[in-house]
């Protein structure tokens, strides 16, 4: 199975930073990635998919890079509603696996 | 407006039985792969099971293979997950996903979300 591991696992950031989450996989995914944001006692809510592309509705200061095993989820100025959990996730072979999140707070 | 809306959840003891639903609207449900991924009390986000748009195809965590069935029923715009000799490591809020996109591969990655449904086992 090929496992995901998000860098840092906590990130302590101040409204209008500039921030920066890595995801690393296993072995080679191509662009098979998303990243989700998770607020308290919410579901999921997805941010990216095919690794750069931005789902609609999801403001511009997010973007995403990245193919192969090194991925990044990028949010140029931290907004106050931005303090979440995010989670990368792949595909590969009809499997899915999330890495283990990154909780980013104030 | 897409809504998916689980059920079913509640209290079983270790190797009980349940089954959850997740009832869908706002979209054409046959078209799109579904997954169900579960989250432990505190804990990240764990995928469970999908299954293709037509029902054929089914792919299943080695966590929980052999004890799960994912199912669905096209007629009803319903997804289901019949879980069977349930663990406390099972103890997890259920949320039904929607797959992003029609096209394959499948599953690959969700766009809509339910609230959820809490499945907790213990004596």
């Known amino acids: 199975d090929i496992q995901l591991t998000q860098s840092p696992s906590f990130l302590s950031a101040s409204v209008g930073d500039r921030v920066t989450i890595t995801c690393r996989a296993s072995?080679?995914?191509?662009?098979?990635l998303a990243w989700y944001q998770q607020k308290p006692e919410k579901a999921p809510k997805l941010l990216i998919y095919?690794?750069?592309t931005l789902q609609s509705g999801v403001p511009s200061r997010f973007s995403g890079s990245g193919s192969g095993t090194e991925f990044t989820l990028t949010i140029s100025s931290l907004q106050p509603e931005d303090f979440a959990t995010y989670y990368c996730q792949q595909l590969n072979s009809h499997l899915i696996t999330f890495g283990q999140g990154t909780r980013l707070e104030i | 407006e897409v809504q998916l809306l689980e059920s079913g959840g509640g209290l079983v003891q270790p190797g009980g039985s349940l089954r959850l639903s997740c009832a869908a609207s706002?979209?054409?449900?046959?078209?799109?792969?579904m997954s169900w991924v579960r989250q432990a009390p505190g804990k990240g986000l764990e995928w469970v099971s999908a299954i293709s748009d037509s029902g054929v195809a089914t792919y299943y965590a080695d966590s929980v293979k052999g004890r799960f069935t994912i199912s669905r029923d096209n007629s009803k715009n319903t997804l289901y997950l019949q879980v069977n000799s349930l663990r406390a490591e099972d103890t997890a809020i259920y949320y039904c996903?929607?797959?992003?996109?029609?096209?394959?591969?499948?599953?690959?990655?969700?766009?809509?979300w339910g609230q959820g449904t809490l499945l907790t086992v213990s004596s």
């Open positions: 706002g979209f054409t449900f046959s078209s799109y792969a």
């Open positions: 996903a929607k797959d992003g996109d029609p096209r394959p591969p499948s599953p690959y990655y969700f766009d809509y």
């Open positions: 072995q080679g995914i191509n662009t098979y």
């Open positions: 095919a690794a750069s």
